[in-house]
């Protein structure tokens, strides 16, 4: 779903305002718009009210934690298409697979990943 401006739409749900600002930024500079969230209610609103074409999900949230959220829209027949990422420092095995298991597209261990990765992840998703 293309806006009017032809951008793509990334929510970008991440509670560290500096990652968060970061990816925002780094994201920007490759013409997606970007929206984000700081905690998992607030994701859940957002995504219905702006139905993003990609998430980039953090779990370690306050309130509901990123599994409850990747939970909640993959139930949601508006929202369960959209492509969901999830970007963490939590990078066990059954993290990964319960990710995968709720829906996840993707699961990358914020260690182990550069933005340069999380954008060219991104970009392959959205082509």
């Excluded at 920007?28 to 074409?53: F, M, R, W």
């Excluded at 963490?88 to 914020?110: T, Y």
């Amino acid at each position: 779903m293309e806006n009017d401006n032809g951008k793509k739409k990334v929510l970008i749900v991440e509670d560290d305002e500096f990652l968060r600002s970061l990816t925002a930024k780094r994201l920007e500079k490759e013409n997606y718009e970007i929206i984000t969230a700081v905690d998992g209610e607030s994701a859940l609103t957002i995504a219905a009210d702006t139905k993003p074409d990609m998430i980039l999900l953090d779990l370690l949230l306050p309130g509901l934690n990123g599994f409850q959220v990747l939970e909640k829209i993959k139930a949601d027949d508006g929202l369960k298409s959209i492509p969901i990422i999830v970007f963490s420092n939590l990078g066990q095995k059954e993290d990964i697979e319960k990710a995968k298991n709720l829906g996840a597209n993707d699961f990358l261990i914020k260690a182990n990943f550069t933005l340069d990765d999380v954008v060219e992840k991104i970009t392959t998703y959205m082509a």
